[in-house]
């Protein structure tokens, strides 16, 4: 079993920033793909961001030029940094991890972190 644990979120005034991390923890070989979804009340749960193990990234075009994600294959973190925050970022944030351990492949989801933008 693979536990994902996020930190980082919290309130922030529009135009602000924050930094999202999540680690992984547990058995398991090797990560392949590490991203974050969000999900707003009454809205269903969209992908942020995601990296590769080769480290190739992709976003969602809503925050195309102010999110950056990022990991850290030595410490098996990932990491979102948030910058120039709106209102429509407001959502619970979720890490997800796929990839493969002894009990063949994996994916697993994070317990969330909320993400409050307002002034």
């Known amino acids: 079993q693979v536990l994902l644990v996020e930190s980082g979120g919290g309130l922030v005034q529009p135009g602000g920033s924050l930094r999202l991390s999540c680690v992984a923890s547990?058995?398991?070989?090797?990560?392949?793909?590490m991203a974050w979804y969000r999900q707003a009340p009454g809205k269903q749960r969209e992908r942020v961001a995601a990296?590769?193990?080769?480290?190739?990234?992709n976003y969602t075009d809503s925050v195309k030029g102010r999110f950056t994600i990022s990991r850290d294959n030595a410490k098996n973190t990932v990491y979102l940094q948030m910058n120039r925050l709106k209102s429509g970022d407001t959502a619970v944030y979720y890490c997800?991890?796929?990839?493969?351990?002894?009990?063949?492949?994996?994916?697993?989801w994070g317990q969330g972190t909320q993400v409050t933008v307002s002034s």
């Open positions: 997800y991890a796929e990839g493969n351990g002894p009990l063949g492949n994996f994916d697993s």
């Open positions: 547990g058995m398991f070989f090797s990560i392949y793909t």
């Open positions: 990296i590769t193990d080769g480290n190739s990234t």
